[in-house]
């Protein structure tokens, strides 16, 4: 069984302190921080100047950074507030200070989210990361495209709309990119879509083997062993063999 300090982050954990409220708070809001931080990869890997040229797309992105910023403050706060020695732990996660200052400096911790869909039994896990990266795949087409001469994804719904069809490998062709940076997007969601089909697979068949192997287990508990004789048993036996034994033995 895992301990909240080994779900934390090691360099987060409070040494003078590992395993109690500040590693239970880290367990405990590690990966809504990390789906957090992937929703918003988008802001990473696409330039300010890459919005085209509406101003209401400037305007979300900064106000994301600027959310995101305060909420990633109330994190370290909390933080240091937990930690037995506020201006040590303050100290040795310098870090966590540009995070608030450049949120997409976080996404570096959401990696391990990512590390982490592969292990067995990680399905839940697995779909959120998938969906989150699906959804950065929409918003950067949307930015990428929605400027472009002969682009027919207009919007966030069409991008949306296309994402999905793209990563369910239906592939309508209604909408698709015409920019390098679309074209490029679009690759990688294609491969998340077969890999999410591959894991689901696996998933869902491994689950039936287990429910089998189980099943028989169940079975072979319920059926008495052969080798198994109960006292009774051989004292019928005993009685047989001496009512079989005896005439020949007045004999």
Do not use: C
Request: charged share 20%; proline share 5%.
């Amino acid at each position: 069984m895992s301990t909240p300090a080994a779900d934390a982050d090691e360099s987060d954990v409070d040494p003078d302190d590992p395993t109690g409220r500040l590693a239970s708070y880290l367990a405990a809001t590690r990966t809504p921080l990390d789906v957090l931080a992937l929703s918003t990869l988008w802001i990473v890997l696409v330039p300010p100047g890459d919005f085209g040229t509406s101003h209401d797309a400037s305007t979300i992105a900064l106000g994301v950074r600027i959310a995101l910023s305060i909420v990633y403050a109330i994190d370290l706060a909390i933080r240091v507030a937990l930690a037995r020695r506020h201006a040590s732990y303050l100290r040795h996660n310098l870090f966590s200070i540009l995070v608030v200052l450049f949120p997409p400096l976080r996404i570096i911790f959401s990696f391990r989210l990512i590390r982490s869909v592969f292990r067995r039994g990680n399905i839940v896990t697995f779909l959120v990361a998938a969906s989150a990266l699906v959804l950065n795949g929409a918003i950067i087409v949307d930015l990428f495209e929605r400027d472009a001469v002969g682009s027919n994804i207009t919007t966030l719904g069409d991008s949306l709309w296309w994402a999905v069809t793209t990563v369910s490998t239906v592939g309508y062709g209604d909408y698709y990119p015409v920019t390098v940076g679309g074209k490029v997007v679009a690759s990688f969601i294609m491969a998340i879509g077969i890999l999410t089909v591959a894991v689901v697979t696996a998933q869902v068949a491994s689950s039936f083997m287990d429910q089998a192997a189980r099943t028989r287990a169940r079975a072979a508990e319920a059926e008495p062993s052969p080798t198994e004789v109960s006292m009774s048993d051989l004292d019928d036996r005993l009685a047989r063999i001496e009512a079989l034994l005896g005439p020949s033995a007045d004999r």
